[in-house]
């Protein structure tokens, strides 16, 4: 037992040491991906055809949802992933930081075409003039009506529009059901604060960019718009109580049940639907602003090379692999005779390649008679490259909690919309100062 | 007895694998995030250092303030309800007999509930409009808030959710209750002691160890509380589900300025804030244990 204590002490450091492994991996055929998954055969497919044309190359998806924490933690380390896969809003904001890498020499050598990209999507991982990311899937936002709902109250569910603010009350209150502090049915769900770069814009509103200001009256106005909207259908502590209990993505969901008589919500959610209530009677229509004018937020994800990643050449062979237009057809029509072999339609794919989307669109595409495809997706495609999108931020992330959280105030009774915003819009220039952004 | 150098020495390496451990991952870190405290640091650029513009920052900034109130807030009354419940378990438990290693198993049980599920499971029980805790009120006529909605109910509903956990402090009550001597009470109730007088003068006094212990314990982690708010408030829902700053704690804030903002200098100065007020609390309770905790064999 005399040599126990000694050989105590050599072993904890080897442990400790042991302990300390990276993210990435120094293999030269090594290719490590992070915050990617293998759900369906979007993704299963399109690894497919990058394993085979590199045969070379030992893959290995880190399944998993992105971790900002896990990934910086990594890039600070000098130890990353050789790619990252996340929202493309955090993504333009690692470029604004110097996360992740230019993408213009990569582009460059294999003569991407940036063109066939949606214009929204592109401009989310655009930072000073360079590409920072490549675009995978691009979803919009748009309106998704209860038509039994709205028919009861009256209404044409056709003509239930955003653009005339001050008649949304009336119709709010016609269409919701609310009594002894208990909210039965929500007539008009406004999805603040996470929707509220739409309304703002609706008003002619930015709420990032050179001149943008959270504290704008035009940003006050949507804010107290979409604020009295939630007040007047029972308040937000009824109404998301409420909202918690919807069956979102099942069978028994809100337009089902006739708990929601419309909102706004983004594209994905019609595939969720179609999927799962193919029978609910709903219409589908864009986002219109308070002139009438059709409007929609892009939103998705995309792929990037972190700073510091140790095989950037494959990483970019990957992502371009990834992003190409006869990848993602490969990958619909695998998903499609998938879905189809469990005797469901197939609902397309949006991706932020607008070649892959026509060709998809038009030799892919087996809605199967479900109305809710045959309605909606349409109405998606049309809206694709109408889309805006908020601009990279080195302070996005303060940016929206600045502006979420004075929405939040306002929705408890806490402040006022003027008070809220400016306390949102010191917020924003303290972070904007510190990261030298604008 | 004395101990030999070679003895001394022995034990001196025991410890040494500990002394590492703790160099290597608490004193060494917690220096680093001292140095860091006084520097910009965003996890991509070096460090630049900056003095005492951090500490300055976190006494002006509002959502310091609001985090602070909501933490001391939930403290006072999860600390409180925690030891109270967890004493009336106990001293249930300890007249339960034969049965009672079965419900001091049962009673335990729900401590090993992973943070995170317990935090989804509380979010559908306290839902407001159609949770099993507001339709188990109704059955009584009172209509319950919107635990999980309503600001001035979020922090009461939380404590509410801790309580799931009271177990692990009361099996530590039932083991002090079985070592205060009976002969303490038999003494008591000659001298015609009414049990609520036996509780204050004769089982308080024979526990206070432990409940110091307690108080001191939970009071440290409810001043850390996060993984159960920011799993309900913050997390994957967050952008759904931010109830103003009604749960904001203290830990959150920290959280989200280092690794929302990656603001890891300011998160630090943040941090050795929190340790600050901790060391203030814990050096209060100390003082007053002095007064009100006895211990076997001590003079009085």
Redesign the interface.
Known sequence: MRGFPLTAVLVVPVLVAAGCGGLGSDRSDALVTMGFGLPDEHATARVAVFREANPGVDLRISEGAFDEQQFLSAVAAGDPPDLVYAERRKLGGYAARGAVQSLDACVREHGVDLGVFREAALRQVTYEGEVYGLPEFSSVRLMIVNNPVVRAAGLDPAALSTSDWAGMGEVADRLARVGDGRVERIGFDPKVPEFLPLWAKANGAELIGPDARLDDPRVVEAVRHTTDLVARQGGWASFKAFRDTFDQFGADNQYVTGRLAAMPMDSWYINTLATNSPDADVTITPFTDRDGQVLTESGGQAWAIPKGARHPELACRFLVTMTDARTWVTAAIARRDALAGAGRPYGGTFTGNRVADERIFREVFAPAGNPILEQGVPVVLSLQDKAFALPPSPAASELVRAWEGAVNRVLVGQQEPEEAMAQAQREAERALKRVGGR | MTVSGRESR?GL??L??WV??FL?FTAGPMLFSLWLSLT?Y????PPAFVGLENYREALAD?RVGTALWNTVFFTALHVPSQIVLALGLASLLRRAGRGSGFFRTVLYLPVMTPPVALAAMF?LLL?????AVNRFLGWFGF?G??W????V?IKPGLVVMGLWTVGSTAVLYLAALTRVPVERYEAARLDGASPWRQFWHVTLPGISGTVYFTVVVNTIASLQVFTEAYAMFFGARA????????ALFYVIHLF?EA?????MGYASALAWGLFAVIAVITAVQVRLSRRYVHYEGERS
């Open positions: 022995a390496l025991f040494l694998p590492i451990g290597a910009h965003d996890m991509l650029k509002e979010l839902n407001g409009q159609h949770g209509q808030p919107n999980t909605t309503d600001p109910w952008k759904q589900s931010a109830e103003g700053d009604a989200q690794f929302g903002s990656l603001r």
